[in-house]
């Protein structure tokens, strides 16, 4: 039954948010318009934004499945640049509220995963400690990130498929360099 309340309420919220931004939604409007009452809302979330992120990360379940799928990395890249569209007003309101960090959170959350599986594979065979493995991986996360928020920012225009491209081969080309110089080996050219 909670699960069903929690659909109810995020249903109400996108609907919401086809015509204001997250920030002038209230939970008066919310639990109005999905039918819940407001001690239920608060049952089950603190506030709005806690909503949100529950939203976030169900859309993001069918991804998280694929995990231990050993899904390829870039995939899982393009399938959430492909995801973020279609919930256009979600994201939109979300990045335009004062609390814009709930999304950075979620895409965070979202690649880290990936990109942790993508710099451990390539880390074997260097003698990189898992805290330096784990600073790479936040620096490549931070970049996706900040590309896919620039793309939202201009309000999803143009595609941010060539960006990712971009950012794949970036990823590609140069985690080995950074290997190298993480374990103090130098330039890869180098290497034997």
């Not at 919220?13 to 086809?18: G, K, Q, S, T, V």
């Not at 991986?137 to 970049?143: G, I, R, V």
């Amino acid at each position: 039954m909670a699960n069903a309340t929690k659909h109810l309420l995020a249903q109400a919220l996108e609907d919401l948010l086809e015509t204001k931004p997250l920030n002038k939604v209230t939970v008066k409007e919310l639990v109005e318009k999905s039918g819940v009452n407001r001690q239920t809302f608060y049952y089950n979330f603190p506030d709005i934004y806690a909503l949100v992120e529950w939203i976030f990360e169900e859309r993001a379940r069918p991804l998280l499945q694929t995990v231990d799928l050993g899904r390829d990395w870039r995939q899982v890249l393009q399938d959430i640049v492909q995801q973020l569209p279609a919930h256009k007003a979600l994201v939109m309101n979300t990045v335009r509220s004062l609390n814009r960090v709930h999304l950075e959170r979620y895409l965070r959350r979202q690649l880290q995963p990936y990109i942790a599986r993508v710099v451990a594979e390539k880390a074997q065979g260097h003698a990189v400690s898992p805290q330096e493995q784990a600073f790479i991986c936040d620096c490549y996360t931070a970049a996706f990130v900040g590309l896919a928020l620039e793309w939202i920012d201009t309000g999803m225009s143009g595609s941010l498929s060539a960006k990712l491209d971009l950012f794949i081969k970036l990823v590609d080309g140069s985690l080995e360099s950074v290997l190298c110089r993480f374990e103090g080996g130098g330039d890869p050219a180098n290497k034997p």
